[in-house]
């Protein structure tokens, strides 16, 4: 951490992609499972075939662990994070800036294709849960596409306050429930960027106090 304080050289951990791509493949398998084989992804629904019951109560289950996933993701995040603050001489609000705009552009480019395929392809939804009789795909996007429910995940659902469910706010706000989201899983973005003000706040703190009393 001494060669970080200065700023004299960055480390790139290379490893740290090759766990993100792996995870990600989780995510999306449990995202598909969760709509298609309920069961086996520990969801809401039927067993539509035998081998499902075998496949969630077995270490298969870790093939499509998307939940593990995600925390594994805050994990690497603050690992990348923490010796990029560290060894910045950028200030806070700055760092809070970058980051505000690095997280914001994808959830931008993901909710304008949600509101795309709301529009154009409205009944996919219940068709999906009419075939797989899934409970998880019955409880995706109730959103009544009003200009003012758009605006608020654009402007402040999807990453700034989230949902009823799943914001750190949750308990001083009455919020929108993620059922109205335009791409729930956006709510780990939510996560994502506070916890990366978190690490902005300590890293500063970090580099103002002895190494002993920090």
């Not at 009455?174 to 729930?184: G, P, Y």
Request: proline letters at 5%; aromatic letters at 14%.
């Amino acid at each position: 951490m001494g060669n970080l304080r200065t700023g004299e050289r960055r480390h790139t951990f290379e490893f740290v992609n090759g766990l993100r791509g792996l995870a990600a493949l989780q995510v999306v398998a449990l995202h598909y499972c969760s709509s298609f084989l309920p069961f086996f992804a520990r969801a809401e629904g039927p067993v539509h075939y035998g081998i499902e019951a075998t496949l969630s109560n077995s270490p298969a289950f870790f093939l499509i662990d998307g939940y593990s996933a995600v925390y594994l993701f805050f994990l690497m995040s603050g690992f990348v994070l923490a010796p990029s603050f560290i060894g910045s001489d950028a200030g806070g609000p700055r760092h809070v800036a970058k980051r505000f705009t690095r997280l914001y552009i994808p959830i931008a480019a993901a909710l304008m294709l949600g509101l795309a395929l709301a529009v154009f392809l409205p009944s996919a939804k219940d068709f999906t849960a009419q075939q797989s009789n899934s409970g998880w795909v019955r409880g995706l996007f109730e959103n009544p596409l009003t200009p003012l429910s758009v605006l608020r995940e654009f402007a402040l659902n999807s990453m700034l306050v989230s949902y009823q469910e799943t914001s750190i706010f949750a308990r001083g706000l009455h919020l929108t429930s993620i059922a109205q989201s335009l791409d729930a899983p956006l709510w780990t973005i939510h996560i994502e960027f506070w916890g990366s003000i978190l690490t902005i706040l300590v890293c500063a703190v970090y580099r103002q106090l002895p190494g002993r009393l920090f």
